[in-house]
């Protein structure tokens, strides 16, 4: 998968605004959205949000997970733990890259905020090439992650698989002239 | 016909429609362009961006468009002639003219439904009243000379156009400095003789954002660089520069109160606008600041230095200050903390003793992000070197969107590439200038000083559009009148400076500008004046210029289109 694609994904979240205007219930194929009424604050997904965020027509209200404190607080769970843990949202590091590129003036401390998010997701990439590195040295047969996001998984993904491909190639073909040395085509 | 709801009868009209914008290229119309276009995005309007250089591409972007569109927005073009004349639209056609050019030609303001004015209507425009201008059409001849208590109850009628003993006495009088204000009815006459520019479209457009609420940073830079751009083109007065800036400073107080609180600082990376008392010097924070002082009008005029004399003043004065030469030479960027502290205070102080008073000035700055950090004047500089850049494949068209570009944030390459063509152009300039005085090459032709570039000349190319132009003509005319006179009766004179358009066609640009004096109003009679001259001698001209006394010339009739000016304004 593509990273836009993961972030395509991730605009389906709901996240809270207070419109500046008002327009009555919108029925869409995906569910329904609205009533809009100027200081009202509505739920609606990611992807409306930012489109009226950007044509001024509303306020977009961080996310209860996206707090200083809050975050700090992740940030030291997941340095103490050796496994991965809950993620404030399954997917924290598009929305915080979509909302501080497009509302940051309506996110306070964005800068801290931004700092932050990046710290728990390197921890947790970090995490993450430890437990592939030690799948492949004890040639496990399977493994089993809580926890991961599916950003997370996509960075690994095309990486894993082709380097267990080549493992499976390279194993395949010590066996001495055995008629299943012939590799198999990888995509 | 005036607006006077631009919220109502502009906006509310053009955003259920498509429209076509038809914008000048001039630096105060591409940033009420770009404001009007952050708009439309907002509200998902449909338009098309039509850059115009001169009434002729008015006339053929109007042409091809004209049956797609009804309404049609002209940004800083078409107030000052009749547009339903010279465009022939069809009934149901309307414009809106957003233009700072005055003064306004009456027919427009007596149109109730086709041309509407975005425009103030108690900007002192001095327009008559309809009975007195349209009361006697069959009136023709009609001597409305010097009889100025008159002025306003016998007019000359719908026409504009004078007997050529009307247009001499007055440009005479101007030429002595007598000031038209004193006059009684200066209206009608006095409209059609003067071009000046009043309030910038940019900040029309801004005000119009700001009754939608819809007016971000972004919008009041823009404004902001509209406002600069008169003022570093020197078309508007000190004193309404200083009410400008005012009003401006309203609005950005207004922004940064709304934003900033203790415990909610914002990011980094959001706009901050901030109230500047800067210096005037070009371009100082990208350059050296020595580089900056040698090539900025005000600082190379007051120590003269195209003259060795010159240089060591420069000297002195850098040594008065306690600034090292090889920190002053250094980018500004990577001079000393210690040196940068309180550089402005210090220069002030300096420059006080050199006779420079006004080394500061008012303006706006912006910074977004760590890096970046713009003055007003700065972007001003930047967008213009882009707007008129004479590289090899680059069209008007072209110059126009890449100028557009570089105004918005996301475009920072741009804008540094406009930096450094900007520096490329203001030291073609002082050389230029330089060279001109050293060889003399200002001559005093009697009513007018005349200066003409010759095809030789190194930037020559650079010196063919209008604004780089305007611009070597007004550090030309200051560094004549402060350098070589300091008050001899020549110091009054306009200057009118020729160079060199277009080599294939062989033709000159001539443009002229009043005389240098404290107390002028900027306001310019050549429009007429080149008007009369080439009619009198049947030249070759072209007046395609929004701005009237900016011409095209053919070559071999400049000494006869000369002779008749000389004529004309003695």
Redesign the interface.
């Known amino acids: 998968m593509d990273p836009s694609e993961v972030e395509f994904l991730a605009e389906k979240e709901v996240v809270k605004i207070i419109p500046n205007f008002s327009l009555d219930k919108i029925y869409l194929i995906g569910g329904d959205l609205g009533p809009f009424n100027p200081g009202l604050p509505v739920d609606v997904p990611v992807w409306l949000a930012l489109n009226l965020k950007?044509?001024?027509?509303c306020r977009i209200v961080p996310p209860e997970w996206m707090d200083v404190e809050k975050l700090e607080e992740i940030r030291e769970l997941e340095r103490k733990e050796d496994t991965f843990t809950p993620v404030p949202s399954p997917y924290y590091m598009e929305l915080t890259k979509l909302l501080?590129n497009h509302a940051?003036?309506n996110?306070?401390?964005?800068?801290e905020i931004r700092t932050l998010v990046k710290d728990i997701w390197d921890t947790r990439i970090a995490k993450l090439r430890l437990s592939a590195d030690s799948f492949i040295s004890q040639q496990e047969a399977h493994a089993k992650l809580d926890n991961l996001t599916l950003m997370e998984i996509n960075t690994t993904r095309s990486f894993l698989l082709d380097t267990l491909n080549c493992m499976y190639k390279l194993r395949s073909n010590l066996q001495p002239g055995s008629s299943g040395g012939k590799a198999q085509d990888h995509q | 016909m005036f607006i006077t709801d631009i919220r109502k009868e502009f906006y509310d009209v053009v955003v259920n429609q498509r429209v076509a914008l038809l914008v000048s290229s001039d630096i105060d119309a591409l940033c009420a362009c770009k404001i009007l276009q952050a708009l439309f995005?907002?509200?998902?309007v449909q338009y098309t961006l039509v850059p115009v250089t001169g009434w002729q591409d008015l006339g053929t972007a109007f042409l091809e468009h004209k049956e797609q569109f009804r309404c049609f927005v002209l940004i800083n073009c078409g107030a000052n002639v009749d547009l339903l004349e010279t465009l022939q639209p069809e009934e149901d056609s309307i414009f809106f003219i957003c233009d700072t050019h005055r003064p306004v030609d009456v027919v427009n303001v007596y149109n109730d439904t086709q041309v509407k004015l975005m425009i103030k209507q108690d900007d002192d425009l001095g327009v008559p009243s309809y009975d007195d201008i349209f009361r006697d059409e069959e009136e023709e001849g009609g001597d409305d000379s010097g009889n100025e208590s008159d002025g306003g109850s016998e007019p000359s009628g719908k026409r504009r156009r004078y007997d050529e003993g009307e247009v001499e006495r007055r440009i005479e009088r101007q030429r002595a400095m007598r000031e038209w204000e004193a006059r009684s009815d200066p209206k009608l006459l006095n409209m059609c003789v003067y071009m000046y520019v009043c309030v910038q479209a940019a900040m029309v457009i801004f005000e119009l954002a700001w009754v939608l609420t819809?007016d971000?940073k972004d919008m009041l830079w823009w404004a902001i660089i509209g406002l600069t751009d008169q003022w570093v083109h020197d078309k508007i007065t000190h004193m309404k520069y200083v009410t400008d800036i005012a009003t401006l400073q309203r609005h950005v107080s207004r922004h940064n109160h709304r934003?900033e609180d203790e415990?909610?600082?914002?990011?980094?990376?959001?706009m901050r606008i901030s109230f500047e008392y800067d210096l005037r010097l070009a371009l100082y924070q990208h350059w050296s600041l020595f580089e900056s002082i040698c090539n900025s009008s005000y600082t190379s005029c007051n120590f003269k230095l195209w003259s060795m004399h010159g240089q060591k003043k420069l000297q002195e004065f850098l040594a008065d200050m306690g600034l090292p030469l090889k920190q002053v030479k250094q980018k500004f960027n990577s001079m000393d903390m210690s040196v940068k502290e309180n550089l402005r205070e210090v220069i002030e102080e300096s420059s006080n003793k050199y006779g420079m008073k006004d080394i500061r000035i008012q303006t706006f700055g912006v910074h977004f992000g760590f890096k970046n950090h713009f003055l007003a004047s700065d972007v001003v500089h930047a967008t213009a070197a882009l707007l008129e850049s004479t590289e090899k494949d680059d069209s008007p068209g072209d110059n126009f969107i890449k100028a557009l570009d570089c105004l918005s944030r996301s475009n920072l390459e741009r804008l540094h590439g406009g930096i450094d063509l900007a520096k490329k152009k203001l030291m073609a300039i002082q050389q230029t200038v330089a060279s001109c005085i050293c060889t003399n090459l200002i001559l005093s032709q009697g009513p007018f000083l005349y200066c003409y570039l010759l095809e030789g000349t190194p930037d020559v190319k650079l010196f063919s559009k209008p604004m780089a132009l305007t611009l070597l003509c007004q550090y030309l005319l200051k560094m004549f009148v402060y350098g070589i006179l300091r008050c001899s009766c020549l110091s009054l004179l306009p200057l009118i400076i020729a160079a060199p358009m277009d080599v294939e066609k062989r033709t000159v640009i001539v443009l002229g500008i009043p005389p240098e004096s404290e107390t002028s109003d900027k306001k310019n009679f050549f429009g007429r004046a080149f008007e009369k001259a080439a009619e009198g001698t049947s030249s070759r001209t072209l007046h395609d210029h929004f701005d009237t006394s900016i011409i095209e010339l053919k070559m071999e009739d400049r000494t006869k289109f000369l002779d008749a000016l000389i004529t004309l304004l003695s």
């Open positions: 950007q044509r001024q027509k501080l940051s003036d996110i306070p401390k964005a800068d | 995005h907002c509200d998902q819809k971000t934003n415990d909610n600082s914002l990011s980094i990376d959001c």
